[in-house]
């Protein structure tokens, strides 16, 4: 059967993935490389990247159809899981700050975040001291789940996904950041070779992009059967 016109164009994806990373690059170098100064302003290379995504899954995401169900069903899944969506990205936004984030303000908000679970009703036992890494771990956790998250709300949604494009999504989200690193160390970037530079450097942001745009792109036995 003959392929799809459109299945050639997944170099769109690693190229938009490192263009995003330029674009997040120049924005760091505008505002001064030094210190932790990135944390402290928007990045437009943010929405910048989910518009380049956007238009990659238009044009190579001719698998991804909705299943029967009428139009405004459908613009409701999208507002609806797209909250969800927004919800997981400031989740990421929190972990990214309280994972990597130093010095007396950031134990300043540590403590008013502790103040305000208690007052939520959340055990004391989760705050004590010897218990933080425990916590910290269950960050890193919910940090890489994160393709797993939106796999299942794509499938909640009615889209056509696969589970081999979960376990590829999944797998290099995990090895992003060791990849990130090896580049660091291979270039001897500026700075130091660990993940708060993975992260600063954009050197991860190719392999995150990649590794969710592969969520959007046809199943792997799709591809193998000619469809």
């Not at 003959?2 to 170099?11: A, G, M, S, Y």
């Not at 190229?15 to 402290?40: D, K, M, S, Y």
């Amino acid at each position: 059967m003959e392929k799809n016109r459109t299945d050639h164009l997944i170099w769109l994806l690693p190229v938009f993935g490192i263009l995003t990373a330029v674009l997040w690059r120049a924005e760091i170098e505008l505002h001064g490389w030094e210190g932790l100064t990135w944390i402290t302003y928007y990045h437009w290379a943010v929405p910048a990247g989910i518009l380049l995504m956007a238009g990659w899954i238009l044009i190579c995401s001719r698998f991804f159809q909705i299943e029967k169900s009428s139009f405004l069903r459908s613009i409701l899944r999208f507002g609806g899981y797209g909250l969800l969506g927004y919800l997981l990205f400031i989740l990421t936004s929190w972990l990214l700050y309280f994972l990597f984030a130093r010095g007396p303000s950031v134990f300043i908000d540590m403590m008013s975040l502790f103040t305000f679970l208690k007052r939520s009703g959340i055990p004391e036992y989760f705050f004590k001291a010897k218990n933080l890494p425990f916590i910290f771990y269950i960050a890193w956790l919910l940090w890489y789940a994160h393709p797993f998250f939106l796999y299942l709300i794509l499938k909640a949604a009615g889209f056509k996904t696969a589970i081999s494009n979960l376990i590829i999504s999944e797998t290099l989200f995990i090895a992003s950041g060791p990849l990130a690193i090896l580049l660091l160390k291979i270039i001897s970037h500026k700075g130091g070779t660990d993940h708060i530079h993975a992260f600063k450097s954009g050197f991860i942001i190719p392999f995150l992009f990649i590794s969710i745009g592969i969520l959007f792109y046809k199943p792997l036995h799709l591809i193998r059967n000619g469809h």
